[in-house]
């Protein structure tokens, strides 16, 4: 059974920074994408940040500059870290999997796992 789970989220004042973690379990091999999406309040679910399973990442224009995504294949881990953290970030952060890119260079796309969520709220 494929699990995600995050951690991380809270509290934080507006310019300082977080870190999130999603643990994941159950994959045959960690030839997958992972991403993280986030979910404002009142407000559609958008995707942050993907990173490949060749570890490329892809980041949305929003956070770019800001956010980086990373992940660590032997502790079944993706973290992402964020700096100069705004108001409009505040949102639900989910991490997701989803099926491989067959070539470099590949964007992530199809998620089909997804974790429950942690809460972050920046605040001024």
């Known amino acids: 059974q494929v699990r995600l789970l995050e951690s991380g989220g809270g509290s934080v004042q507006g310019g300082g920074s977080l870190r999130l973690s999603c643990t994941y379990s159950?994959?045959?091999?960690?030839?997958?994408?992972m991403a993280w999406f986030r979910q404002p309040p009142g407000k559609e679910r958008e995707e942050v940040a993907s990173?490949?399973?060749?570890?490329?990442?892809v980041y949305a224009h929003s956070v770019k500059g800001r956010f980086i995504v990373s992940r660590d294949k032997g502790k079944h881990m993706l973290y992402l870290q964020m700096g100069r953290l705004m108001d409009d970030d505040t949102a639900v952060y989910s991490c997701?999997?989803?099926?491989?890119?067959?070539?470099?260079?590949?964007?992530?796309?199809?998620?089909?796992?997804w974790g429950q969520g942690t809460q972050v709220t920046v605040s001024s």
């Open positions: 997701a999997a989803g099926p491989p890119v067959t070539l470099i260079f590949g964007r992530c796309q199809n998620f089909d796992t």
């Open positions: 159950g994959f045959t091999d960690d030839s997958v994408c």
């Open positions: 990173i490949n399973n060749f570890g490329e990442p």
